[in-house]
């Protein structure tokens, strides 16, 4: 079975402030995929980034980045120079392979304060 | 193009009733996954069809059932409506059935059970 933890359930910082949200994972499976999405309080999940189990590579997107690492079962997310905008519930999800659902974390609340 | 869509935005039942809830995916996804998400909790699986067909169903009662139409929108009904129905139910949609594929969600349905 597979697993997702986000041990932080809120955080809450002031702008500009950069931000580490950590997600662990659990799976046997050889292949995986795992996801960040964002919901704001309208309640729709905003897909952020896909990783697969074979590309440990970092990546940066603007403010956002995302380190990945096999060795610890991590794949943690940070926002640089936070902005209210980033504030929002935040989701990691695991997928393996031939199974297109997606198991997800309980989710970290984010409330940037001006 | 119109993103995933939901219907009815908000409802209201009794227990014990039933509701169906409806879901358009993005136009040219074959792919519909249904999830309940729980106050305060991340997203569950329900079920996925892909071609009018179950692909993956999750660990939730026979009350709750699902289909997929030729024109690949979808339905999800619950019989014999319980309070811990309550909460927002999620459709996602994606091109074809693959694990790697960003599941793209509508808005939601929010459910509550009096």
């Known amino acids: 079975a597979q697993k997702v933890t986000q041990a932080q359930t809120e955080i809450s910082v002031v702008e500009k402030e950069d931000v580490t949200l950590d997600c662990v994972y659990e799976?046997?499976?050889?292949?995986?995929?795992l996801f960040w999405y964002k919901q704001p309080p309208s309640g729709e999940l905003v897909f952020l980034i896909r990783r697969n189990s074979f590309d440990e590579q970092n990546e940066i997107s603007g403010r956002y980045s995302w380190n990945f690492q096999k060795s610890t079962s991590s794949f943690n997310f940070t926002i640089t120079a936070s902005q209210v905008v980033d504030s929002a519930v935040y989701f990691c999800a695991l997928s393996v392979a031939g199974a297109q659902k997606l198991v997800f974390g309980q989710g970290t609340r984010l409330t940037i304060n001006p | 193009d119109a993103g995933v869509t939901q219907s009815p935005t908000h409802l209201i039942k009794t227990r014990g009733q039933h509701v169906t809830l409806r879901c358009s995916p993005i136009?040219?996804?074959?792919?519909v996954s249904w999830y309940q998400q729980v106050l305060g909790q991340g997203p569950q699986f329900i079920f996925q069809?892909?071609?009018?067909?179950?692909?993956g169903r999750g660990n939730f009662p026979d009350r709750f059932s699902a289909r997929q139409f030729p024109n690949y929108s979808s339905e999800l009904n619950v019989n014999a409506l319980l309070l811990g129905d309550s909460a927002l139910y999620l459709c996602?949609?994606?091109?074809?059935?693959?694990?790697?594929?960003?599941?793209?969600f509508g808005d939601g349905t929010r459910l509550s059970i009096l």
């Open positions: 136009s040219g996804h074959k792919s």
């Open positions: 799976t046997r499976d050889t292949t995986y995929y």
């Open positions: 996602a949609s994606t091109v074809t059935y693959a694990e790697n594929q960003p599941q793209h």
């Open positions: 069809y892909y071609e009018k067909e179950e692909r």
